[in-house]
T-cell receptor
């Protein structure tokens, strides 16, 4: 079992819709969770971090964490074509000293 | 502007040659990391360093070496022992209780 799992996609949503991206992790001791966005050929950029159960909202983005289910998700409201990218889920492991990444979900927002 | 600088952006080498990738940060971050990204495999941790003159192996350290002589610099050497060196290499850093931030990456091609 992979430590951090994501559906590779592509996930296609129409412009203006809500995109829902999901991630599961295996280490129950994980304390920190991140979502990175990566455009093709570019480096990942941090868009959300979450550390406690529940929801965290930042603009059009909402991160949701459920430690009991070992599940973290990212919702993107009012999806725009510029949101088309690969979204990487990262989980803090090894006491938080390193991040383990999922393989990413490719999101396509269609006009 | 503060940030993480990786150079060069593109690097080409012949098989059997060692090559060193540069990573410099002016964010005053203690921890620095090297990740490798291959298509469809997400980011994999090569080495990380939490303090000057100390570093730890990540998940795929074989065929790589690092040094951390200065807080600002964490160069990665890809040796001839690395069997599949062609990849996108990402350097990252983080401060205390802050998320990981990436440089722009170096794309290494070995033929």
């Amino acid at each position: 079992q992979k430590e951090v799992e994501q559906n590779s996609g592509p996930l296609s949503v129409p412009e203006g819709a809500i995109a829902s991206l999901n991630c599961t992790y295996s280490d129950r001791g994980s304390q920190s969770f991140f979502w990175y966005r990566q455009y093709s050929g570019k480096s990942p950029e941090l868009i959300m971090s979450i550390y406690s159960n529940g929801d965290k909202e930042d603009g059009r983005f909402t991160a949701q964490l459920n430690k009991a289910s070992q599940y973290v998700s990212l919702l993107i409201r009012d999806s725009q074509p510029s949101d088309s990218a690969t979204y990487l889920c990262a989980v803090g492991t090894g006491g938080g000293n390193k991040l383990t990444f999922g393989t990413g979900t490719q999101l396509k927002v269609e006009l | 502007d503060g940030g993480i600088t990786q150079s060069p952006k593109y690097l080409f080498r012949k098989e059997g040659q060692n090559v060193t990738l540069s990573c410099e940060q002016n964010l005053n971050h203690d921890a620095m990391y090297w990740y490798r990204q291959d298509p469809g495999q997400g980011l994999r941790l090569i080495y990380y360093s939490q303090i000057v003159n100390d570093f730890q192996k990540g998940d795929i350290a074989e065929g790589y070496s690092v040094s951390r002589e200065k807080k600002e610099s964490f160069p990665l050497t890809v040796t001839s022992a690395q069997k599949n060196p062609t990849a996108f290499y990402l350097c990252a850093s983080r401060g205390t209780s802050s998320p990981l931030h990436f440089g722009n990456g170096t794309r290494l091609t070995v033929t």
